[in-house]
């Protein structure tokens, strides 16, 4: 059966709505995925709606492209009543193998046939748990990383009786939500990033019961340095860097002599007793300084945005790691809406941009820098060529619409996290040109913060002049321009820098 017709999937089922199904269960909702949840937990409910807010608001900041109408959550009251009609299953119980057989015992039974099953565990083997199942060849390892809504990767771990067909379906599904999916090449415990995990962990807590720093220095150390470039370049990558204009052999040669010193005790287990505990314990109260956990959820989702936000704009534009994949998700999201795109009030100003102020838009004031104001309104835009047909294909065909003039006004001031929308109008059009005028409100009461008046020029790339657009598109042009015909014209259009109203009088 072809990949193309897994992905992507339109229901999902996970069982288990913790930190980690909690995560699943808001990456499948804002891919547009409806998931039916089993999770016996009396607080399940309240737990997943808090993840999910977080997830939400997380998505504001991290991207302006449209993403699909969010899915459909139920909560269901068994694990059968859950998978039914499902395409993915996640599994995301508790780290116990008697119970994660069990558990997947049931949904092997009541999934549908053709139903993938994938299992968060952290460590367990799926050889381990495909025992007794009826189905194993469609069960899989589908280990993510907290937040799942925004970590994209997905460590795929086949077992023994794993059909080859199982990974690839996965692949395919998690690369349609925006994810990235790795297969590892044999199973092991743990797989490969909690492998490398476990060996900071462990040396970090012999760092503490030694007295060797406390747990903020020991973070400190991560996050203003190593963690930095991990983020972005990993570990071969960065050691690659390290040995200079000979590469990654140099560096081995001057570093590998190393491993064979008694730095770490890697081969050691610390004893977690009482006292460590405590120690660790109120070490990280301290460090946490009264921060709860959902605000500390929301400071890491922050943090992260802005990362992957800047890996986005890496190699001159093209994307890096983690913005690299971001890009091409949006780029894909924003070829579906120009085949989507929701019907609109035509006699009213469009309102094609909805967006919220992300951390990589603030500047040294704690407000939205300028340039931001300009890319909003240049979304808008896209927004409407979109919606008239200038999208990628007409794009790629050699004719596109180009700024030729622009004239902005910041009125206020916009906060980090707030809501914005952005307002269109047509004020006038011919073959050639585009005349159009936008307004940027924000926060609940949609105060005006920032016009836009931008003129556009219809042009043939290959040829480099103006030319007469398609009649499709004119067509679709003339049609908006005609409702907008009776709008009141904005009192700020035709104005110039120093407008002779605010202009002061010469002594």
């Not at 809504?149 to 395919?172: F, M, S």
């Not at 590998?256 to 006292?275: A, I, M, R, S």
């Not at 809501?419 to 109008?425: A, D, H, I, K, Y």
């Amino acid at each position: 059966m072809p990949i193309e017709k897994f992905a992507p999937i339109s229901r999902a089922a996970c069982i288990g709505g913790g930190v980690i199904g909690g995560g699943w269960v808001a990456r499948f909702l804002l891919a547009g995925i409806d998931v039916r949840l089993f999770d016996p937990h009396p607080d399940a409910e309240r737990i997943v709606a808090e993840v999910l807010a977080n997830a939400e608001r997380a998505y504001g900041l991290l991207t302006s492209a449209p993403l699909p109408r969010r899915g459909r959550l139920s909560f269901c009251a068994s694990v059968a009543e859950a998978v039914e009609g499902a395409q993915w299953v996640q599994e995301s119980v508790p780290e116990r193998l008697d119970l994660k057989r069990r558990v997947l015992a049931e949904i092997d039974a009541a999934a549908p046939a053709e139903a993938l099953i994938g299992s968060s565990t952290s460590g367990l083997k799926p050889t381990d748990l495909q025992e007794g199942l009826t189905h194993p060849g469609r069960l899989f390892v589908a280990h993510p990383y907290n937040p799942v809504y925004l970590l994209p990767l997905v460590e795929i771990v086949g077992g023994a009786q794993t059909v080859p067909a199982t990974v690839e379906r996965a692949k395919a599904v998690l690369d349609a939500i925006g994810m990235k999916g790795v297969v590892i090449a044999r199973e092991i415990e743990a797989f490969v990033g909690d492998r490398l995990l476990e060996a900071l962990w462990r040396e970090a807590l012999w760092l503490i019961k030694d007295d060797i720093c406390d747990v903020e220095t020991l973070d400190d150390v991560i996050r203003y340095s190593f963690g930095l470039r991990w983020a972005q370049m990993g570990l071969f990558q960065t050691y690659r860097i390290a040995g200079g204009e000979a590469g990654m052999r140099h560096f081995l040669a001057q570093f590998g002599p190393c491993l064979q010193w008694p730095w770490t005790k890697l081969t050691d287990v610390v004893d977690l007793d009482d006292t460590l505990v405590e120690k660790i314990g109120a070490q990280s109260d301290a460090q946490a300084a009264g921060l709860s956990i959902r605000e500390l959820e929301r400071i890491r989702d922050e943090n992260l945005v802005g990362i992957v936000q800047a890996l986005k704009a890496g190699q001159s534009g093209e994307g890096w790691g983690a913005g690299k994949l971001l890009k091409e998700f949006e780029q894909r999201l924003w070829a579906q809406a120009g085949h989507t795109a929701p019907p609109v009030d035509m006699k009213a100003p469009l309102e094609l941009v909805e967006t919220r102020v992300s951390p990589a838009w603030i500047d040294y004031n704690g407000h939205m820098t300028e340039h931001r104001y300009l890319q909003v309104f240049g979304d808008a835009t896209d927004a409407l060529l979109r919606r008239i047909g200038v999208d990628l294909a007409y794009v790629e065909g050699g004719h596109s619409y180009y700024t030729v003039e622009t004239h902005l006004r910041h009125l206020d001031e916009a906060k980090l996290g707030e809501g914005l929308v952005c307002t269109t109008q047509i004020l006038a059009t011919d073959e050639k040109r585009l005349h159009v005028f936008h307004r940027l409100h924000a926060g609940p009461e949609r105060r005006e913060i920032a016009t836009g008046e931008h003129m556009l020029l219809h042009v043939d790339t290959s040829a480099g002049r103006a030319t007469p657009a398609a009649a499709q598109v004119l067509s679709a042009l003339d049609a908006i321009a005609a409702a907008h015909a009776g709008l009141e014209r904005p009192a700020a259009a035709g104005r110039a820098i120093g407008h002779k109203a605010r202009l002061a009088t010469p002594a």
